[in-house]
């Protein structure tokens, strides 16, 4: 069973940090990497992706990847309240016959406090 | 920016009935796919289609669910005899191409309640 680890949370930071939201998964051939934010009652929406070991950055957003330890991590910098939502940790499986089954962590749950 | 559209956005059911959920992909994706989440637990991988064929489904897809084309732009998947336990969140997803690093974008969803 391919798993993605992540802590439900909630993470609390208050705004204007650093929050820092980790992943671990279990299947070694997996190739990519995919954050989600969700909103409460919403559907997930894309925030970045990564497939290759280190640093990503788009924005506020860093992801970085360590594919020897099976870990991936979304850092955000100088959150703002509006950052407060749930970070779904997908990984990607290829399938022979095409396309890509994406499998979900639980996400961790953010809140950023005035 | 294009999206991916769902309808209905909500569908109440007695047990027992057919539902269908529409989709509408990103216009010039070439993969489809459905998630499902029950409410508060994780999104779950239903299905994927390309090229008018299912290339990977899940165990929870067993034969009271299918998926269609129907003509060029929806895509709608059909569960036959819904069950109480089939309440859920039902996302689409679609991607440009099927490579690994090719991100899957979700239409807001359809809420399923059956009865």
């Known amino acids: 069973q391919k798993e993605v680890e992540q802590n439900s949370g909630p993470l609390s930071v208050p705004e204007g940090a650093i929050a820092s939201l980790n992943c671990t998964y279990s299947?070694?051939?997996?190739?990519?990497f995919f954050w989600y934010r969700q909103y409460s009652g919403k559907s997930p929406e894309l925030i970045m992706f990564?497939?290759?070991?280190g640093d990503k950055e788009d924005g506020r957003f860093t992801a970085q990847l360590n594919k020897a330890s099976q870990y991936v991590s979304l850092l955000i910098r100088d959150s703002q309240p509006s950052d407060s939502a749930t970070y779904l940790c997908?990984?990607?499986?290829?399938?022979?016959?095409?396309?890509?089954?994406?499998?979900f962590g639980t996400g961790t749950q953010l809140k950023v406090e005035l | 920016e294009p999206e991916v559209t769902q309808t209905p956005s909500h569908q109440v059911t007695q047990m027992g009935q057919e539902v269908i959920l529409r989709c509408v992909p990103i216009?010039?994706?070439?993969?489809f796919y459905w998630y499902r989440q029950i409410l508060g637990q994780k999104v779950e991988f239903l299905v994927s289609?390309?090229?008018?064929?299912?290339?990977?489904k899940s165990e929870i897809f067993d034969d009271q669910f299918s998926v269609e084309r129907p003509d060029g732009s929806n895509f709608t998947l059909k569960i036959r005899s819904t069950k109480l336990e089939d309440s859920a969140m039902y996302f689409c997803?679609?991607?440009?191409?099927?490579?690994?690093?090719?991100?899957?974008?979700f239409g807001d969803g359809t809420r399923l309640s059956i009865l």
């Open positions: 997803a679609s991607s440009a191409q099927g490579g690994s690093n090719q991100p899957q974008h």
């Open positions: 299947d070694r051939g997996s190739q990519s």
């Open positions: 990564i497939y290759s070991n």
């Open positions: 997908a990984v990607n499986s290829r399938f022979t016959g095409g396309g890509n089954k994406l499998t």
């Open positions: 216009s010039n994706h070439l993969y």
């Open positions: 289609f390309y090229n008018n064929e299912i290339s990977e």
